[in-house]
Protein backbone atom coordinates (compact mmCIF):
# COMPACT_ATOMS: atom_id res chain seq x y z
CA UNK A 1 0.00 0.00 0.00
CA UNK A 2 1.21 3.25 -0.71
CA UNK A 3 3.15 5.12 2.05
CA UNK A 4 1.80 8.68 1.15
CA UNK A 5 -1.80 7.10 0.39
CA UNK A 6 -2.24 5.93 3.81
CA UNK A 7 -1.05 9.08 6.06
CA UNK A 8 -4.39 10.79 7.42
CA UNK A 9 -4.99 14.53 6.78
CA UNK A 10 -5.64 16.68 9.48
CA UNK A 11 -8.71 18.83 8.86
CA UNK A 12 -8.85 22.32 10.49
CA UNK A 13 -11.97 23.83 11.87
CA UNK A 14 -11.70 26.58 9.32
CA UNK A 15 -11.66 24.50 6.20
CA UNK A 16 -14.35 22.41 4.98
CA UNK A 17 -14.41 19.02 2.09
CA UNK A 18 -17.27 17.63 0.47
CA UNK A 19 -16.92 14.77 -2.00
CA UNK A 20 -19.67 14.20 -4.02
CA UNK A 21 -20.51 13.33 -7.53
CA UNK A 22 -16.71 12.44 -8.12
CA UNK A 23 -15.65 15.89 -7.07
CA UNK A 24 -13.61 17.21 -4.34
CA UNK A 25 -14.40 20.44 -3.01
CA UNK A 26 -12.43 22.07 -0.32
CA UNK A 27 -13.19 25.87 1.07
CA UNK A 28 -11.64 27.92 4.13
CA UNK A 29 -10.98 31.45 4.80
CA UNK A 30 -8.55 31.69 1.33
CA UNK A 31 -10.74 30.29 -0.95
CA UNK A 32 -12.39 27.94 -2.84
CA UNK A 33 -10.51 25.12 -4.71
CA UNK A 34 -12.29 21.60 -6.62
CA UNK A 35 -10.15 17.99 -8.06
CA UNK A 36 -12.46 16.02 -10.36
CA UNK A 37 -11.53 12.37 -8.89
CA UNK A 38 -11.11 9.31 -10.92
CA UNK A 39 -13.29 5.75 -10.29
CA UNK A 40 -11.73 3.57 -7.72
CA UNK A 41 -10.34 6.00 -4.67
CA UNK A 42 -12.81 7.00 -1.61
CA UNK A 43 -12.59 9.78 1.11
CA UNK A 44 -13.41 8.74 4.52
CA UNK A 45 -14.29 12.33 5.66
CA UNK A 46 -14.74 12.35 9.55
CA UNK A 47 -14.64 15.75 11.92
CA UNK A 48 -11.15 16.18 12.50
CA UNK A 49 -9.06 14.12 9.93
CA UNK A 50 -9.63 12.31 6.28
CA UNK A 51 -8.05 8.75 5.11
CA UNK A 52 -7.68 8.13 1.63
CA UNK A 53 -8.49 4.66 0.56
CA UNK A 54 -8.48 3.02 -3.37
CA UNK A 55 -10.92 -0.05 -4.43
CA UNK A 56 -8.42 -2.45 -5.82
CA UNK A 57 -4.76 -3.09 -5.93
CA UNK A 58 -4.31 -2.10 -9.62
CA UNK A 59 -1.28 -0.38 -10.67
CA UNK A 60 -3.00 2.90 -11.82
CA UNK A 61 -4.91 2.74 -8.69
CA UNK A 62 -1.87 2.35 -6.70
CA UNK A 63 -0.11 4.92 -8.65
CA UNK A 64 -3.33 7.28 -7.99
CA UNK A 65 -4.05 6.89 -4.20
CA UNK A 66 -0.95 8.69 -3.22
CA UNK A 67 -1.55 11.47 -5.57
CA UNK A 68 -5.20 12.15 -4.51
CA UNK A 69 -3.89 12.13 -1.05
CA UNK A 70 -1.12 14.66 -2.01
CA UNK A 71 -3.09 17.02 -4.07
CA UNK A 72 -6.15 17.13 -0.69
CA UNK A 73 -3.42 17.65 1.65
CA UNK A 74 -2.42 20.37 -0.70
CA UNK A 75 -5.50 22.19 -1.59
CA UNK A 76 -6.41 21.93 2.45
CA UNK A 77 -2.87 23.68 3.27
CA UNK A 78 -4.09 26.31 0.52
CA UNK A 79 -7.21 27.51 1.42
CA UNK A 80 -6.35 27.96 5.09
CA UNK A 81 -2.95 29.18 4.72
CA UNK A 82 -1.97 29.92 1.00
CA UNK A 83 1.57 29.31 -0.66
CA UNK A 84 4.39 31.54 -1.57
CA UNK A 85 6.49 31.41 -4.26
CA UNK A 86 9.43 34.05 -4.87
CA UNK A 87 11.57 34.95 -7.82
CA UNK A 88 14.67 37.30 -8.18
CA UNK A 89 16.00 39.15 -11.06
CA UNK A 90 19.73 39.54 -11.04
CA UNK A 91 21.52 41.41 -13.56
CA UNK A 92 22.48 45.09 -14.31
CA UNK A 93 19.77 46.61 -15.17
CA UNK A 94 16.70 44.05 -14.34
CA UNK A 95 13.98 45.45 -12.99
CA UNK A 96 10.19 44.66 -12.65
CA UNK A 97 7.17 47.09 -12.71
CA UNK A 98 4.01 46.50 -11.09
CA UNK A 99 1.52 48.11 -14.15
CA UNK A 100 -2.02 47.92 -12.53
CA UNK A 101 -2.76 44.87 -10.52
CA UNK A 102 -2.45 42.31 -13.06
CA UNK A 103 0.60 42.99 -15.60
CA UNK A 104 4.30 42.91 -15.00
CA UNK A 105 6.82 44.64 -17.13
CA UNK A 106 9.74 43.36 -17.50
CA UNK A 107 13.25 44.93 -18.19
CA UNK A 108 15.54 42.60 -18.24
CA UNK A 109 18.32 43.09 -21.01
CA UNK A 110 15.84 41.95 -24.41
CA UNK A 111 15.43 45.32 -26.49
CA UNK A 112 12.06 46.16 -25.51
CA UNK A 113 10.15 45.28 -22.21
CA UNK A 114 8.04 41.95 -21.53
CA UNK A 115 4.90 42.01 -20.30
CA UNK A 116 3.67 38.96 -18.67
CA UNK A 117 -0.40 38.93 -17.28
CA UNK A 118 -0.96 37.25 -14.15
CA UNK A 119 -3.64 35.05 -14.25
CA UNK A 120 -6.49 35.33 -11.84
CA UNK A 121 -6.33 33.68 -8.42
CA UNK A 122 -2.62 34.67 -8.25
CA UNK A 123 -1.75 37.95 -6.26
CA UNK A 124 1.66 39.76 -6.80
CA UNK A 125 4.04 42.19 -5.27
CA UNK A 126 7.34 43.39 -6.84
CA UNK A 127 9.59 44.32 -4.01
CA UNK A 128 12.96 46.62 -4.68
CA UNK A 129 12.02 46.22 -8.15
CA UNK A 130 14.10 43.16 -8.44
CA UNK A 131 12.04 40.42 -6.43
CA UNK A 132 8.38 39.72 -7.70
CA UNK A 133 6.38 37.72 -4.78
CA UNK A 134 3.20 35.69 -5.94
CA UNK A 135 0.70 33.85 -3.47
CA UNK A 136 -2.33 32.12 -4.14
CA UNK A 137 -4.34 29.46 -2.40
CA UNK A 138 -3.74 27.11 -5.27
CA UNK A 139 -0.28 25.41 -5.80
CA UNK A 140 -0.06 24.39 -9.29
CA UNK A 141 -1.49 27.76 -10.78
CA UNK A 142 1.48 29.67 -8.34
CA UNK A 143 4.40 27.18 -9.30
CA UNK A 144 3.23 27.75 -13.34
CA UNK A 145 2.94 30.97 -13.24
CA UNK A 146 6.67 31.41 -11.40
CA UNK A 147 7.64 28.63 -13.99
CA UNK A 148 6.19 31.18 -16.96
CA UNK A 149 8.07 34.56 -15.53
CA UNK A 150 11.15 32.56 -15.30
CA UNK A 151 10.79 31.33 -18.82
CA UNK A 152 11.16 34.83 -20.41
CA UNK A 153 15.01 35.39 -19.35
CA UNK A 154 16.54 31.59 -17.77
CA UNK A 155 19.63 32.35 -15.61
CA UNK A 156 22.29 31.38 -17.21
CA UNK A 157 25.99 30.02 -15.89
CA UNK A 158 28.21 32.13 -17.10
CA UNK A 159 27.36 35.72 -16.00
CA UNK A 160 24.93 34.39 -13.58
CA UNK A 161 21.67 36.49 -15.09
CA UNK A 162 18.77 35.95 -15.32
CA UNK A 163 15.42 35.23 -13.52
CA UNK A 164 15.79 32.57 -10.86
CA UNK A 165 13.93 31.45 -7.61
CA UNK A 166 14.88 32.58 -4.61
CA UNK A 167 16.18 29.43 -3.20
CA UNK A 168 17.88 28.55 -6.32
CA UNK A 169 21.35 28.38 -6.53
CA UNK A 170 23.54 28.99 -9.80
CA UNK A 171 26.54 26.97 -9.80
CA UNK A 172 28.99 29.49 -12.28
CA UNK A 173 31.02 28.39 -15.00
CA UNK A 174 34.34 29.59 -15.84
CA UNK A 175 34.15 31.20 -19.81
CA UNK A 176 36.87 30.70 -22.17
CA UNK A 177 40.11 30.22 -21.06
CA UNK A 178 43.42 31.33 -22.79
CA UNK A 179 46.47 29.47 -23.53
Known amino acids: MSRIGRKEIELPDAVKVTFSNKELKVTGPKGELSQKVLDGIEFDIQEK ?19 YRSLLNNMIIGVEKGFTRRLELNGVGYRAQLKGSDVINFSVGYSHPVEFTVPK ?43 KYAEEIIRGKAGKSAK
Not at 123 to 150: F, M, P, W, Y
Open 49 to 67: QILVSRKGDTKSLKSLHGL
Open 121 to 163: GVECQIVDNTKVVLTSHDKQLVGECAAKIRRIRPPEPYKKKGI
